[in-house]
């Protein structure tokens, strides 16, 4: 990895960790934003004579604590800022405001106050716990970049207007936020997963959605607040890293069904299958309970020839019952040319409104190969690409655009 790699990656895993730690210690999303950007930069002018420091992560935070502060000082309002300024300088630990102690946790809770519409909810921890750019959010949203920058800068406001504190909801209060709170961090795993843009994959932020998943899990547990749904996100997202390192093979993406399955991690596999079978006692599925059982007839399969595609779609007709939307019947479509071939699979994929969507054409390119109607075939993988900014993800469309006859 080289030098401008390594400086990617470590700003891709602190940026969540330093933002939240700001925001907690000054109460100020935009000053913190500012703070931790002119952090960044002067470490791309330092790091390269000097090296990296041995703890990034830290030079990262107190740098940017400095930064702050000076920011507070030249603004010159005296009594209130220099106040705001000690809140930075001293070093004892910070009041407790609810029952959770994570910094970055309690900005997922911050972010998805009910004040806030759940799609700039999702929206504004993007930009601020995964460091996402706001060209990058707008993509994944399938909206223009100025209406997400309008969408973040409104919530934001809101937030300051709202006088919202940061802090997590008192523990009657949890499971009220829990939904928005869950959508936030299967769509940050969704990013790290596979990326809207650049790479193939950001491990750091499926890891960081794992983590929060886990601990928020935990803590509800200890609250003796059972959350089935919250199980079966973290089974989905367990189930579906697993298969994280035979995804990828020098640069391309590999689907599921030409993965190798020896390289799937077994300890993830068995941990998400004991989670879907909890659920199953429990017997109150939800959205993402049923996605899980989904990925775990997946991972059952020996191989992708035995996989039971019945199964799957009728999960999927279950999905689609509580979930009605068409990505889930896309999703749904794909299972149906399994079973019952790519013709009837098709006539589900064309009446569906997906055309800005990327999938969408893939999975038109794929059933229409398979149906020896090559230019029409050839015309969708083209429509993919000129959607799909991912590299890994385009590599593997040019070589399947490429292997069709004539």
């Not at 879907?276 to 059982?293: D, F, K, M, T």
């Not at 191989?303 to 595609?309: E, L």
């Not at 390119?365 to 083209?382: N, W």
Request: with cysteine; glycine share 6%.
């Amino acid at each position: 990895m080289d030098f401008t790699d390594r400086v990617a990656a470590i700003v891709r895993a602190e940026h969540g960790r330093v933002v939240a730690q700001l925001i907690r210690r000054l109460g100020d999303i935009d000053l913190a934003e500012d703070a931790v950007a002119e952090a960044l930069v002067t470490a791309l002018e330092r790091w390269p004579a000097d090296g990296i420091p041995p703890n990034p992560g830290a030079w990262l935070t107190t740098t940017a604590g400095n930064k702050a502060i000076d920011r507070i000082r030249r603004e010159g309002k005296r009594d209130a800022k220099h106040a705001e300024a000690t809140m930075l300088d001293h070093d004892e630990p910070h009041e407790e405001t609810g029952p959770v102690t994570d910094d970055r946790l309690r900005l997922v809770f911050t972010c998805c106050h009910p004040a806030l519409a759940l799609e700039n909810r999702v929206a504004l921890t993007l930009r601020l716990l995964g460091g996402l750019t706001v060209a990058e959010i707008a993509r994944a949203f399938l909206v223009p970049e100025t209406t997400m920058a309008q969408r973040i800068t409104r919530s934001k406001q809101k937030i300051k207007a709202a006088n919202i504190p940061y802090r997590v909801p008192r523990e009657q209060d949890l499971v009220e936020r829990l939904g928005g709170v869950m959508t936030v961090l299967y769509l940050i795993f969704n990013e790290g997963y596979l990326a809207s843009t650049g790479e193939g994959a950001r491990e750091d932020l499926s890891s960081e959605a794992i983590r929060l998943t886990r601990q928020l899990s935990a803590m509800l547990t200890s609250f003796d607040l059972g959350a089935p749904e919250l199980d079966g996100l973290l089974a989905l997202m367990l189930l579906t890293e697993a298969r994280r390192d035979a995804r990828f093979t020098d640069g391309v993406l590999t689907t599921l069904d030409r993965q190798d399955r020896s390289r799937w991690d077994p300890a993830l596999i068995d941990e998400g299958h004991q989670l879907v079978r909890r659920c199953l006692a429990v017997n109150r599925p939800g959205p993402y309970q049923i996605q899980a059982a989904i990925n775990a007839v997946h991972t059952n399969a020996i191989d992708a020839s035995m996989t039971d595609w019945s199964q799957i779609v009728q999960l999927y007709d279950q999905l689609l019952a509580q979930d009605p939307n068409p990505v889930v019947e896309l999703n749904r479509a794909v299972a149906v040319a399994e079973l019952d071939g790519p013709e009837v699979a098709l006539r589900i994929v064309d009446r569906l409104d997906l055309v800005g969507y990327h999938p969408w054409h893939v999975t038109r390119a794929e059933l229409l190969r398979r149906m020896d109607r090559h230019d029409q075939s050839r015309e969708a993988y083209d429509a993919a690409l000129a959607l799909s900014e991912n590299d890994a993800e385009r590599a593997h469309l040019v070589r399947r655009r490429g292997s069709l006859p004539g």
